[in-house]
Structures are given as structure tokens and as C-alpha cells.
């Protein structure tokens, strides 16, 4: 019973993988102290234009736009080496997540090939699928692990596509 459970677990894992990575990302990588620091002096620099006149203290405003726009290079820099590091993470949470779960998935299904998920009575009979449906068990009326494997993954998927 339990790895009806573990199996329909990891293939919604697998099938999410990328929704998940993307929820937890932002606590992972948050702007760089850099970053804030630049945008906390901008918006200081900022608002000492906005009190400087134009007219009657030109020097000192072109002055403080040149500081502004310097900093905003340097901001944009630092914002570039931030954006490298989170594709770096996002890309290697995703597929270290897909990874995990497709070993998981490989060692049960290698390790539980020949275990049933479920055996029907004589009742039932799913010929001319039921070859398939048991495969590699071959105890009659009976689902295999590798076939609810299977199924399982393609039901996530399918769930996964229609959630935004």
C-alpha cells in the first residue's frame, strides 16, 4: 500500500518539479547587498536632485545626474552577477530535484518489477491489455508496479500542464 503512495508521490514531484522550484527560488536568492546598497544610494541621490535647481546650481545637479548614472551602471552590473547566480540555482535545484526522483523512481522500478500494485478477482479481466497491464508479473488480473509507474507519470503531467 505504501508505495502506491511513494510512487504517486515522486511522479507528482517529478510532474511539479519546475512550480516548485520556482515557490522556493526567491527564499534561496534574494537581492545581493550590492544591489541594495546601490538602489538605497540612488534613491538618496535621487531625492537631493529633486531639491537642487536646476537653474540656479547647475554644476552641482549635472554633478549629481553623472553621480546617479554612474551608480546606476554599477547597479545594473551587480544586478547582471545576481541574475547568473540565480539561473545557476534555479536551474540546479530543478534538475537535482529531477534527478533524486528519477533515481527513486529507477531503483523501484528495477527493485519492485515483479510486485503487483493491485490484484483483481477472476471478475475482471482486461484482456487484450492485461499482458501489458501485468508485465513483467505475469499474475492475471493484476497491475504491475512498472505499469503504475507509468500511468501515474502521465496522470501528473497531464494535472501539472493544466495548473498554472
Request: net charge positive; aromatic share 14%; glycine share 4%.
Amino acid at each position: 500500500m505504501y508505495l502506491i503512495f511513494v510512487i504517486s508521490l515522486l511522479s507528482l514531484l517529478m510532474a511539479f518539479a519546475s512550480k516548485i522550484t520556482k515557490t522556493i527560488l526567491p527564499f534561496i536568492c534574494r537581492d545581493s547587498v550590492e544591489v541594495i546598497a546601490r538602489r538605497k544610494e540612488i534613491v538618496k541621490l535621487r531625492s537631493d536632485l529633486a531639491k537642487i535647481s536646476m537653474r540656479d546650481e547647475y554644476t552641482r545637479y549635472v554633478r549629481c545626474e553623472r553621480e546617479i548614472g554612474k551608480l546606476e551602471v554599477s547597479l545594473n552590473e551587480a544586478k547582471s552577477r545576481d541574475t547568473v547566480k540565480r539561473v545557476a540555482y534555479e536551474y540546479g535545484i530543478h534538475y537535482g530535484m529531477m534527478a533524486v526522483v528519477g533515481l527513486c523512481m529507477m531503483y523501484i522500478s528495477i527493485f519492485y518489477r515483479y510486485s503487483t500494485v493491485i490484484v483483481f478477482g477472476d471478475n475482471f479481466n482486461f484482456e487484450p491489455f492485461g499482458g501489458f497491464i501485468n508485465f513483467p508479473t505475469k499474475v492475471p488480473n493484476s497491475i504491475s508496479v512498472v505499469f503504475w509507474i507509468v500511468v501515474n507519470n502521465f496522470v501528473a503531467r497531464t494535472i501539472a500542464s493544466y495548473v498554472k
